[in-house]
């Protein structure tokens, strides 16, 4: 059984951290390129940053360049995402996904279900 489960959201202020993480299991994970997606209230949800299942490269969407980072440990089948200097507008569901290949293509093979992040002082 297929299963991706993150963790590690909550409320923080502006300008705070979080390190989000996704445990993944049901699948063999260094064949799939792991992404982090995020839906704000009354938004579609975009994708936030890709990494690789080959060579382990890195894609963010420009509105977090620079302020996340995405890394994965196949030893741990687990997929991480830290998040610096955050926003009010990165309030938003994250939700971690998987796609069979090299690369994250929409759409994503396996979801899971969501962990709140929201900015707020």
């Known amino acids: 059984q297929v299963q991706l489960v993150e963790s590690g959201g909550g409320l923080v202020h502006p300008g705070g951290s979080l390190s989000l993480s996704c445990a993944a299991s049901?699948?063999?994970?260094?064949?799939?390129?792991m992404g982090w997606f995020r839906q704000a209230p009354g938004k579609e949800r975009e994708i936030v940053s890709c990494?690789?299942?080959?060579?382990?490269?890195?894609y963010y969407a420009d509105s977090v360049k620079g302020r996340f980072t995405i890394s994965r440990d196949n030893a741990k089948n687990t997929v991480y995402l830290q998040m610096n200097s955050l926003e009010a507008e990165d309030t938003a569901i994250y939700y971690c996904?998987?796609?069979?290949?090299?690369?994250?293509?929409?759409?994503?093979?396996?979801w899971g279900q969501g962990t709140q992040v929201t900015v707020s002082s």
């Open positions: 990494i690789t299942s080959d060579d382990g490269s890195t």
């Open positions: 996904a998987a796609d069979l290949g090299p690369q994250c293509s929409v759409p994503m093979d396996y």
């Open positions: 049901g699948f063999t994970f260094h064949f799939y390129a």
